[in-house]
């Protein structure tokens, strides 16, 4: 009987990368000159369940690879090696490499073995230049054991007990990877003594016993090893075996094999081990491993996203299900028999039905709240990086990991934060000599902080570096013909223009220590998860980044406008102020396009039923209209609109799952009284509306 | 192994499907049931900005936001104000491994007829603007029945 495996692969795969993320963690905190036993234990275990479970699934690549890690860190766990920087920089690239193996065999791919067998190749050398420089010499010079480490071959007995498999042990696999051990240079006999008549077999016992010789030098405790887990089960008798015994040996297995093929009846199991086994040849080894990998190449490439959930959690939901159900069966009795009298029941039930539904509705939600030290834990490994990249010295400290974020707005925001990041260590903290001449401490540091704030989450990422240079970016913005050089900005604006696109460009990088590149891509990013960014910087002190971010993507706080008959909804994040239109000063630019005079500002207006195409209504008076000034990337608009509504949250739904995707909408809600509004996409409107204004000026040409 | 291919075959040319029919301008025209969801009386839509003329816009069917397309205005045919009695045709159609919920706007529906799959006939009406959207023509009950491509109809140009 077999059991399709592959329903599993989902579980090891995310097994596996929690492992990795432990391995990670573990090697970046560990002090190379002191290592901490326990750590490394902990790195130990987490590597070996992931070669166990992909030794099960048939993963042979990543078993394979892991193995020699797992070699590695046994032999600095049993301290017959100590670490050095060299050895942790390898096993953080094994790491790596284990998780782009995984990456490509979850995608159903064939994963690229030229750098994992090159990773592969170092860590051999590696293994093989400490505890025994000389294979053939069984050496002591580990110290600590006692048994030669290796010898030119193994006889190993293996006798298990009849309840072997009942345990869930498998031999064949155990039997494999001693093949693997051996490079497929072996044989076996087989003990069919105990095996009883065929009618009262019972297939679920195991009354065979094995004798294993294998012809290659290999680790003896790599042989235990295999055996780790049925030690109870089983006697197992490891003895060294001498290569002149082989010529005598091997005749022996084909009188073997010979009477294996013709012998007493053999159950179906029997039979299939003593095919993989019995095969001299490695060839019929590599055969033999072949279907597996067909296997998983055959396995569809399903990428469903899935998320972990604390039990409190879900506990918490169905705690809130189980009252819903209480108000309910008391609002169904209520009903039965209902007189005027009994009101007050009704309306004491009905409030109740609306605490419960509204706790259920911020329970669901959470489900989908992970802790942000999903984005968090990169960054040590980034930081660890870059700096020994660029000789700084860096220390990240972090605070407010367990702030919750929505999962969707969590995978957006890694890669944001890590060029904000990337941009403090590589620009804005200085080298250790230069700060040390500024009187810092030579190792700079990287906080990184997530809170909570009214309804938001904020993130900052700070550093105690040089800041930016007002001068150099003012310089640059003029040159780039960004800003007029004689307008006057503060501070706050000077920084701003980072986050120009003109900023981007490579040139840049030098003389600008690269500040400004790709931060436009940033603040877009940001920008389209309804988000802010701030920048504070003080020069020689260091910079600070803030990003505001809703809690989640699905709910947005709005502002409901009325134009003509229809409803649309602003983001309220983006709106700066709403102004009556009578108490404004409008411009008439070019006797064409309105221009609101703001302070000392002008702000283009765009009037949403010209370019949504929508009937206004004749009701309001052009005076009395409202202009709603919104901000996006960075630019103001002035939005005309008939009327301002309430403002609320909102429940966004996609336009483009059932349609497509409109331009100046991003997505749309439901209204209370059950009818659709599309929720104003600002950023793209503004893009829009420049587009119509100049439809409007073509238009009036051809009148003319 | 080859008999049993055959029954296959035969089984197949036997093979019959369901069509949803209604009325349009005078001429019968027939859909796949099985992708037929719902049918609606008609309620105003939200228009949505830009979208093509047949697109009425989009209406909230508990919860999804469903655009509704005007199946006269789609075929250029004359329109017809709408009623209580416009009937709103909510078809689920699946493109391409995604799937679409859209409802069509018909004059009235008509009937559900069982129809062998030899018995429809490909047309070749090339310089036809709408023949794209025809699957094949049909004669049930010696009337013309023109049944349709959902998935041609359904994809926004």
Known sequence: MSIDLSQFHQVFFEESYEGLD???????????????????????RAAHSIKGG???????????????????????????????????????????????LLEALQAGSTPDTNSSDELKQKFETLLSSGSSPNPAVSSDDGGSSEEPPKANGWKVLFKPQPHLLMTGNEPVRMFRQL?????????TEVNIEKLPSFTSLDPEQCFLSWTLYLHNPVEKTEIEEVFEWVLDDAEVVIEAWSENLKSEIEEQTEKDEATSSDGPVQSSETDSLDKTLSSEDSKEVTKASGPDKVAVKAAPAKESSSIR???????????????????????????????????????????????????????VMKIRMMPISFVFSRFPRLVRDVSVSLNKRIELVMSGEHTELDKTVMEKIGDPMVHLIRNSIDHGIELPEIRKQNGKPETGTVELNAYHQSGNIVIEIKDDGAGLNKEKILEKAILKGIVDENQNLNDEQIFDLIFQPGFSTADQVSDLSGRGVGMDVVRRNIASLNGSIEVKSETGKGSQF?????????????????VGEQTFIFPLVSIVESIQQNELELNNVGGQSDVLKLRDEYVPIVALHQVFDIQTDNKVDEDEKIIVVVESDGEKIGIVVDELLAQ???????????????????????????????????SGLSKLSGASNKTIESNRHQAA | MNATEEDVIDHEELDTEQYLTFIMDGEEYGIDILAVQEIRGWESATPIPHSPPYMKGVINLRGTIVPIMDLRARFSLPFQPYTEETVVVVLKVATDSISRTMGIIVDAISDVYDIPLENIKSTSLADNQNSRFIKGLVTVKERMVILLELEKLLTLD
């Open chain 1, 546 to 562: 803030i990003i505001r971010l809703p809690l989640t993507l699905a709910i947005l706080d709005g502002q409901l406008v009325r």
């Open chain 1, 648 to 682: 609320q949250q909102v429940v966004i739904k996609s336009l483009e799952e059932n349609y497509q995707k409109v331009e100046g909408i991003s997505g749309a809600t439901i209204l209370g009284d059950g009818r659709v509004a599309l929720i104003v996409d600002i």
């Open chain 1, 54 to 100: 992909a030794g099960t699934f048939g993963f042979t690549i990543v078993s394979d690879f892991t193995h020699v890690v797992e070699t590695l860190l046994d032999e600095v766990r049993d301290g017959k090696r100590s670490l050095d920087q060299g050895s942790q920089d390898l096993l953080l690239k094994s790491v790596d490499c284990i998780r782009s």
């Open chain 1, 22 to 44: 432990i391995m990670e963690n573990g090697l970046l905190q560990l002090d190379v000159n002191a290592p901490d036993a326990e750590e490394i234990n902990t790195i130990f």
């Open chain 1, 309 to 363: 959930v604390s039990i409190d959690k879900v506990d918490s939901l169905i705690n809130m299900v189980g009252e819903l159900v209480i108000t309910q069966s008391m609002l169904g009795q209520l009903g039965e028999n209902f007189d005027a009298s009994r009101i007050q029941n009704l309306q004491e039930g009905l409030a109740q039905l609306e605490q419960n539904t509204r706790e259920l509705q911020e329970s």
């Open chain 1, 179 to 187: 093949i693997e051990l051996s490079d497929g240079q072996y044989h």
